[in-house]
């Protein structure tokens, strides 16, 4: 499933999507960072 489709189903703009993804990165980017050090 590519993102234009999954963009069309749920009804969300490019631009929200985008967002949101953002979002998201940049709340589990610093937990994976911890994550992956405390493997060391």
Do not use: E, Y
């Amino acid at each position: 499933m590519t993102l234009q489709i999954i963009v069309v189903r749920c009804g969300t703009t490019g631009k929200k999507l985008n967002q949101i993804l953002v979002q998201l990165i940049n709340t589990v980017l610093p937990w994976l960072k911890t994550r992956i050090s405390s493997l060391n």
